[in-house]
């Protein structure tokens, strides 16, 4: 029943959200607000994770730490995602990049792979839809990141590079957390996975009118 409190509160939350980044009046407020609505979100994730073993503190480190300096890597060559450079709207930027992307590709992870971690599939495949979920996420959630700048691209379309590289960089780290057998059991995960997928589906027919 506890992980319920934080459902309904992900679902308020994410809809204030909604409305406060749509309506311009209160669009600036609230993209100053989300290095706080990210480091919220993973607080309430995790403290719902059940089985805090020292192996998966320090997968979840790994995960965040890499998912930073590819980040890092990615804004300075190109060579990653494509031609990019990140907004003001994630927050302290060290080397160009915010400090908190880490941790959104480890919140992101997280949620796919609790998401999938019940199917009786075998892991690769669970790995391998898990990372499918992560890319159709970052499809919706593109468009509204430029409007809010949490990042923009160098002149033209989102590259395909960028789709294929949040598939692979999902691919290892969903990957990682199978092999070091990495367990969930978090029924909070689908919730704010599902919840900010929803939010961003939204903001892309609400903030274009706005």
């Known amino acids: 029943m506890k992980h319920k409190l934080a459902a309904y ?16 009046a209160t669009r600036e407020l609230f993209i100053g607000l989300m290095p706080l609505s990210l ?7 995790l403290l719902y994770h059940k089985r805090w073993r020292k192996t998966d503190m320090l997968i979840f480190f790994i995960i965040a730490l890499a998912g930073y300096f ?10 990653v995602f494509g031609e990019y450079s990140y907004g003001r709207a994630l927050g302290f930027k060290l080397f ?7 941790l959104n590709w480890l919140m992101l992870t997280y949620c796919v792979y609790s998401i999938m971690e019940d199917t009786k599939l075998f892991w690769p495949l669970k790995a391998l839809m898990a990372a499918v979920l992560m890319v159709i996420y970052d499809v919706v959630m593109e468009p ?8 923009s691209w160098g002149g033209g379309p989102i590259p395909l590079q960028n789709y294929q590289a949040w598939f692979v960089i999902s ?13 969930t059991k978090n029924k909070v ?14 903001l892309n027919l609400t903030i274009r009118f706005f």
Do not use: N
């Not at 590819?70 to 060579?79: D, I, M, Q």
């Not at 509204?144 to 990042?151: C, E, G, N, T």
């Not at 995960?189 to 939204?202: D, E, H, K, R, S």
């Open 144 to 151: 509204v990141a430029i409007r809010i700048d949490m990042w």
């Open 39 to 45: 480091l919220l979100s993973s607080a309430i994730l």
């Open 96 to 102: 160009d990049t915010p400090l908190l992307i880490g």
């Open 189 to 202: 995960a689908p919730w704010l996975f599902g919840t900010q997928f929803v939010f961003f589906l939204i």
């Open 70 to 79: 590819v980040e890092v890597l990615g804004v300075h060559t190109g060579l």
């Open 171 to 183: 691919l290892v780290f969903l990957a990682l957390m199978h092999l070091t057998g990495v367990k």
């Open 9 to 24: 509160f992900f679902v308020i939350y994410y809809t204030v959200g909604v409305i406060g980044l749509s309506l311009p």
